[in-house]
């Protein structure tokens, strides 16, 4: 597994450098605060792949990117930190005997929540705002969904109210 690791890192920093300008262009920039095995729950499974736990990370990432650059003006610059992640949900161990070891049981108990740090910027380098989130909703189970089909609508759901909350529409 760490061989896999090393391969894709080192694919990524061979890429780099080929990004295109818009890639490396974006208002937005998401990080990770630590390796995808050291969050809350991330998983993927029950015995969880590293390929898995990174495609988790990922979605998030992406949702983040998109939904914030709509809350940004020209030559704002947001980053924001994962340092915290729990997904809605869990992996109960007595399903596993029933072939439901890859199958996330969502119930009120088990809610999301994510932790991060964010830092707004305007084109001057200046910073706007910045500061620390718990993003927590232990309602999450009575909201309506657009789309009931998407694993992870409770989480997106999450970010799109911390954004509400936090940030102006840009017009």
Request: net charge negative.
């Amino acid at each position: 597994m760490k061989t896999y690791t090393a391969l894709f890192l080192s694919a990524a920093l061979l890429a780099a450098p080929f990004a295109t300008a818009s890639e490396s262009a974006s208002p937005v920039e998401v990080l990770f605060a630590k390796a995808p095995d050291e969050y809350t729950d991330v998983r993927d499974s029950w015995a969880p792949t590293e390929k898995g736990q990174l495609a988790n990370l990922e979605v998030l990432k992406k949702h983040i990117e998109q939904r914030a650059a709509g809350y940004l003006t020209d030559g704002q610059k947001l980053t924001v930190t994962l340092t915290e992640v729990d997904l809605a949900g869990d992996f109960e161990p007595w399903r596993t005997r029933q072939g439901l070891d890859d199958v996330r049981i969502v119930k009120e108990i088990y809610p999301p929540r994510i932790d991060l740090e964010f830092k707004l910027t305007d084109a001057s380098g200046n910073v706007v705002s910045e500061g620390k989130r718990e993003l927590r909703d232990l309602a999450f189970m009575m909201k309506l969904a657009v789309d009931r089909n998407d694993a992870f609508r409770h989480e997106k759901e999450l970010i799109n109210d911390w954004l509400r909350r936090d940030f102006k529409k840009a017009k």
